[in-house]
Each structure stands twice: as C-alpha cells, then as structure tokens.
C-alpha cells in the first residue's frame, strides 16, 4: 500500500481525537461557524527513489499539481491568470494579483542569480554540497501585502549520495483538502531538480507547523480512514527531456494508478 496513505490516515486519527477549536480567521463561503481540529508538528519522510507519493485513498490532479509548480517555480507568477487552475482565485483581486506571495517572493534576486530558483539550480552543479540551497517565500517585509501569506514557505535542497533531496516546512494545511495535492507537487519538483542537475531523486521531508481539518469535512475525514489503500502508482517522466524548464505537463503521467473515488470539499477561505 502506497505510504502516504498509511501517513494520512495515521495522522487523521490523531487529527479526529482532538477537541473542536474555533478558528479567528478563516471563514465558509455561506458564513457558518468555522472550526477546526488540529495537531501541531508533523513530520514525513518520502523516499522518491522507492516510490512516487500519490495517494490512493482519493485521486490526485497529477497536471494540475505540476501546473502550480510551473506557476511558482518556472513563471514565478503571484496572478491567477498565469495558473490553469482556480486554486488562487479566492484570492485575487480584480487584476487576478494575489500580492506579493509565492512566485513573487522566487522571483527576487540572490547570490548574482536572476531568482531564487535559478539560484538553487545553479547552485547545484556549482557547489553542490552547499547548505544553503533554500527557497524562502516568508518575507516579513511583504507579508502585509500578500493577500494570504504562503502557506508552503520554505525549501532546503540537500546533495547526498548522488541525490537531491528537499526538505519542505509549511506552516499551515487544510489536511483534507491539501496534504495529497502538496505532496506530489513538490515530489515533482524533487524530480524536475533532479533530472536537470543530473542526480537521482531522494527523499522528500514534509514538515507542517499547523496540520488541521475544518468542521466542514469531519465526514469526508471520517471516509478517508475507512477506506483501504492501493499500491503506489509510477511516475513516468519523459525520458527525453531534461531542462528544468522544458518540462510540461504532458511530460508526467501516473501508471498503474489504481485509487478510491474522488471526495468534494470545500475550501475554507
């Protein structure tokens, strides 16, 4: 069985075992009381060498996970106009900006390097056993004008034995709703770094500050938990690309992905 699953239900267990809590920011569409339950401090470990983390208990939208790291990471776009998706759109405003977050804060400059993501690539293969291969999207002097601080805000890129590896810390996740999607698109990325500095891919750290679910999606939590796992999916990259920024979304697909039905949720803004 595929170890996200095994990581998801474990941590909705421990996530459902908590008392309701009120929450003073964020809000349902229809402006019902909003809850959560949560538990702070969780930490995975994926070895994308061994296997690719998609879970089965509920499909992941592969093309739309790689569309966001394009967003952030290859366009370095804060407007929802640039994403294929509607994830951001909630918070936008009327020119599609959603501030100064996410591929705002990649696109600035460091180490002689255009962007923080070229700066990370370059790094790489210039200097590989560097400890200072990071992505850092909190930046306290624009966090007033991002329209929702990041979420995901800090990438560590680690060169070990012939792999890249990637520790990944966020601050918040709506657990239900996120967890999946956020794991295979930064599974992804590993994959894209690797493929371009030419090293294998390794393990991907998830650490998150905050690991929460709404009151809103008690029952869906209480399915997921229920249901019984498949094996891990394949990723298959087109053998034939290699440039961090040649990639498409057509370049990805999952084989012998065999998953549970998709749930609906919504989003608590």
């Known amino acids: 069985m595929a170890l996200i699953d095994i990581y998801q239900q474990e941590t909705l267990q421990q996530i459902l075992a908590q008392e309701w809590e009120p929450d003073n920011r964020a809000v349902w569409e229809d402006g019902t009381p909003i809850m959560t339950k949560r538990i702070f401090g969780v930490v995975n470990r994926y070895d994308l060498s061994k296997e690719f983390p998609a879970p089965t208990l509920r499909p992941v939208p592969l093309k739309t996970c790689f569309d966001e790291v394009d967003w952030i990471y290859r366009q370095r776009s804060n407007n929802v106009n640039d994403f294929r998706g509607k994830i951001w759109n909630a918070w936008a405003n009327e020119e599609g900006s959603i501030g100064r977050a996410y591929g705002y804060q990649v696109a600035k400059p460091v180490g002689g390097y255009d962007n923080q993501m070229d700066y990370v690539l370059g ?64 599974a992804i990325l590993v994959h894209m770094v690797a493929r371009h500095t030419g090293y294998g891919a390794g393990e991907l750290i998830h650490i998150i500050g905050d690991c929460h679910i709404y009151n809103k999606h008690e029952e869906q939590a209480l399915e997921l938990v229920s249901r019984e796992p498949f094996p891990a999916p394949t990723l298959w990259i087109n053998p034939d690309v290699s440039n961090f920024y040649d990639f498409t979304r057509e370049d990805f697909c999952l084989e012998n992905y065999e998953k549970h039905g998709q749930l609906k949720m919504e989003v608590a803004i």
């Open 123 to 186: 790094e790489i293969k210039r200097n590989p056993t560097s400890r200072r291969l990071v992505i850092e999207m909190w930046n306290v002097d624009d966090l007033d004008k991002m329209n929702l601080p990041p979420c995901a805000h800090h990438l560590q890129f680690v060169i070990k034995s012939g792999k890249v590896n990637l520790i990944l810390k966020q601050r918040s996740q709506d657990f239900c709703v996120a967890n999946g999607f956020n794991i295979v698109e930064y």
